[in-house]
């Protein structure tokens, strides 16, 4: 008993430091973003301010964090839908004051639990749903330019048959289009515009490797540009190429739509469940690490956990080429 208390001591008395180093920023993120926005919508103190230049107690952290491939993609998607909602931002902001919401809510958990350990499991549940969110967001957002991409090539076929320049085609789909490539051709565009080669700007396309079907057409656009000749050509057989593949995407979707459902009930259920019967019952998980029988299960659990996201997902990372 008298190290269970030690131990709960120890556990709130660093929820309450952590609580007040992070609430130092996260304090101002919340409360004086309103003021901010009324004002100038970045300035100092206001969440926007916050997104563009980031919490500096977790910045160090953030900065090794995008170290991870796997991290720095996520977060590379967050940026991407901060973004597309006009709030500019960058990976080491974004992540940073994630990283300060995410121990200040941990900290009042901990606090109003008296335990770490559902801290411990309410961070890991959020940290879980961002995951999922993020990895169906990117999902939607690849299969939704695949969907626009026939189009684009026939905009592109009738732009170059009416006699346009390569910077008034970009122009003009960058205005008929949203999204990703609205973004990669407005990029274009300006690029031509600042004086750039069309060398420069056609690479734009196979920087950015979601979009497969437009590095492609940049490589034979970049060919056209050098050497001459028709680029109708290739546009329609590129367009005729992907919609027989969007068709057969839209077939597998169909085959993988429950088991892809499953496997994100599957992902998140767990997580839920610990984080709800720790808030819930008291010492739920106490048993878990009270000898080295019980860390070693919770490690096993853990491990198959992971073990069964990573075969699922790798089962039905299913490619069309």
Not at 40 to 53: C, K, P, T, V
Not at 166 to 193: C, K, M, N, P, V
Not at 217 to 238: F, K
Request: charged share 15%; aromatic share 8%; proline share 2%.
């Amino acid at each position: 008993m008298e190290a269970t208390s030690i131990a709960v001591a120890a556990a709130l008395a660093g929820a309450f430091g952590l609580a007040y180093v992070v609430g130092t920023n996260a304090y101002q993120l919340v409360v004086s973003g309103a003021a901010g926005h009324k004002n100038d919508a970045y300035q100092r103190g206001s969440w926007r301010w916050y997104l563009r230049n980031g919490a500096g107690v977790t910045r160090f952290l953030a900065k090794r964090l995008l170290g991870i491939s796997a991290v720095a993609s996520l977060v590379e998607e967050g940026v991407l839908a901060c973004k597309m909602a006009q709030v500019d931002t960058n990976k080491t902001s974004l992540l940073s004051v994630f990283l300060v919401v995410l121990l200040l809510g941990a900290s009042v958990v901990g606090l109003a639990s008296a335990s770490i350990v559902s801290a411990l499991a309410i961070s890991a549940c959020v940290v879980v749903l961002c995951v999922v969110w993020l990895n169906a967001k990117r999902d939607a957002r690849e299969e939704a330019t695949r969907e626009a991409l026939p189009d684009v090539f026939r905009s592109m076929e009738v732009c170059f048959q009416s006699g346009f320049t390569l910077l008034q085609t970009f122009r003009q789909i960058a205005q008929e289009t949203s999204g990703s490539l609205h973004f990669l051709f407005d990029r274009a565009a300006r690029r031509l515009e600042l004086g750039q080669s069309a060398e420069s700007a056609l690479a734009v396309f196979r920087e950015d490797a979601s979009v497969p079907g437009l590095s492609f057409v940049s490589v034979a656009l970049d060919v056209q540009h050098q050497a001459g000749g028709s680029i109708t050509t290739v546009l329609e057989s590129a367009r005729m190429a992907l919609k027989d593949e969007l068709q057969l995407r839209r077939s597998l979707q169909v085959q993988t739509a429950q088991a892809k459902l499953s496997a994100r009930v599957v992902t998140v259920l767990p997580f839920v469940l610990i984080a709800l019967f720790s808030l819930i019952s008291e010492g739920f998980l106490d048993p878990f690490f009270e000898s080295p029988l019980g860390w070693m299960l919770l490690g096993v659990a853990f491990a198959m956990q992971f073990g069964g996201i990573l075969m699922v997902r790798r089962m039905l990372a299913v490619e069309v080429n």
